[in-house]
């Protein structure tokens, strides 16, 4: 299914512009959905069984939470309005299970009332550089008790000033910790988009290169082999299909997820071949993930654009501007002014594994008690 660029800037042009000589106010479409797009046609869609999304963050949220950062976790208000928004339309386009990232507080309440439909993903991170190592252990004994599933190091660049290497030390004791609880599973967050390194990295001594960014992962690929490794983002580098193919052959316990839908959509939809060549190569190492995060006053479309998009994305052939707002994409010289979505179309049998089995199988062998 094809949907011109040019029907897209129609849709744009029609909804933010009103007729010259006319009164009438028209407000900017939001950013989950710039094209003004219907996101009920899901005619192109080709797979019909279950999902896991294996990367996502549903949180209680606050009246008083940053609009745009990440949520506070303390004080009064706390609501689940939104988790109960998000994991409806998430049962909406398949998805059965929901792995999250949230604050140790959240978890009883989001269990009891989600059960099985949530499992949960704890990030082992330090709020600063001079925090001890005993209250990072601390966090972890606690959420290990609470029954955490994966163990989550993130370790993008911005994050060196608190000294959140991959490999530094109190992070491979973490990793000892969580496997002697029954954790088989760490989640790792390394390298941005390539576009980041040329604008808020480009400081190579402080941030360091792309590659350099890999280098503290494999380090830790060795020293756990026995460890299943999810690299989230699609290991953090879509933009490098071969770099991905190295790694995942020479790791056989890597993974990659799907996560990140504006990143992914702009960078993979520019190379689907390399990018299907991959998944096809191996179709037992990719997870379905959105990383879609709950935010205080969210409508329910913020999420359905999200969820729409990967799908698409992966299961299709569709091809058209992307609906959501990207700040990341500069339109080139007499190119289109928003990243083009093109679908992978990837064989219904390999959807089963990278919506489904993968993370299923996975999921079955790392639990903590």
Request: with cysteine; net charge neutral; aromatic share 10%.
């Amino acid at each position: 299914m094809v949907v011109g660029l040019a029907l897209g800037d129609r849709i744009r042009r029609k909804a933010r512009f009103a007729k010259p000589g006319s009164s009438r106010i028209t407000m900017p479409l939001p950013e989950h959905n710039v094209t003004g797009i219907d996101y009920s046609d899901r005619a192109h869609f080709a797979y019909h069984g279950q999902i896991i999304d294996i990367h996502a963050h549903v949180l209680r949220t606050r009246p008083d939470d940053p609009p745009h950062g990440p949520a506070k976790g303390v004080g009064p208000g706390a609501s689940m309005e939104q988790a109960e928004i998000m994991l409806a339309e998430a049962e909406r386009f398949g998805i059965v299970q929901t792995v999250t990232m949230c604050f140790p507080d959240d978890v009883e309440p989001l269990r009891a009332r989600f059960g099985d439909r949530l499992l949960f993903n704890t990030m082992v991170n330090k709020q600063k550089l001079d925090e001890p190592d005993d209250e990072v252990f601390r966090r972890l004994e606690r959420c290990l008790e609470l029954g955490t599933s994966i163990i989550k190091f993130w370790s993008a660049p911005r994050g060196r000033d608190r000294g959140l290497f991959v490999d530094a030390p109190w992070r491979i004791e973490a990793a000892k910790r969580a496997r002697a609880a029954g954790v088989r599973i760490i989640m790792v967050h390394v390298g941005d988009p390539d576009v980041w390194f040329r604008t808020t990295y480009a400081d190579a001594a402080k941030y360091g290169t792309k590659p350099e960014q890999y280098i503290g992962l494999e380090r830790m690929l060795e020293l756990f082999p026995d460890m299943l490794w999810i690299g989230a983002h699609m290991g953090g580098d879509s933009e490098h299909p071969e770099h991905l193919a190295a790694l995942l052959e020479k790791y056989p316990h890597f993974h990659l997820d799907t996560s990140a839908t504006k990143w992914q959509v702009r960078e993979v939809s520019q190379r689907t071949h390399g990018i299907r060549e991959l998944i096809c190569r191996f179709p037992d190492r990719f997870l379905f993930g959105t990383d879609l995060v709950t935010r205080h006053g969210f409508v329910a479309e913020h999420y359905v654009s999200r969820y729409w998009c990967q799908r698409t994305l992966w299961e299709s052939t569709w091809e058209g501007p992307s609906p959501i707002a990207d700040p990341d994409w500069t339109p080139p010289a007499e190119g289109p002014a928003l990243p083009v979505l093109r679908g992978v179309g990837l064989p219904a049998d390999m959807l089963g594994q990278v919506y489904y089995g993968n993370a299923r199988r996975m999921l079955g062998s790392s639990t903590s008690t």
